[in-house]
Nanobody
Framework: QVQLVESGGGLVQPGGSLRLSCAAS????????MGWYRQAPGKQRELVATISNGGITNYADSVKGRFTISRDNAKNTVYLQMNSLKPEDTAVYYC???????????WGKGTLVTVSS
């Protein structure tokens, strides 16, 4: 009943920037937390950044100072601004939404970010 659609992925050179967007639609109700996760080839999916309904953020140590997560509650959209990209940032990036009142978790299909020269 909840759909998440990511956009903004692509191919960039090291040091470049990308801005990812995730729009949520469907039967969204109540307070929710949203975040970004990523999965590189041959590795487990890992946390990148999360943001609460009130705007409290949390980042993986590997992206602190380079990535910024934000949200527009009116649009049910979360963003990830990625600067100073490194080859090790290459991964499929997934959007996540947690409906806290119901204990439900939803995932997007992912968008590929490739950082290469």
């Amino acid at each position: 009943q909840v759909q998440l659609v990511e956009s903004g992925g692509g191919l960039v050179q090291p040091g470049g920037s990308l801005r990812l967007s995730c729009a949520a639609s469907g039967n969204i109700f109540g307070v929710n937390a949203m975040g970004w996760y990523r999965q590189a080839p041959g590795k487990q999916r890992e946390l990148v950044a999360t943001i609460s309904n009130g705007g409290i953020t949390n980042y993986a140590d590997s992206v602190k100072g380079r990535f910024t997560i934000s949200r527009d509650n009116a649009k049910n959209t979360v963003y990830l601004q990625m600067n100073s990209l490194k080859p090790e940032d290459t991964a499929v990036y997934y959007c996540k939404l947690d409906q806290l009142a119901y204990g439900m978790t939803y995932w997007g299909k992912g968008t590929l970010v490739t950082v290469s020269s």
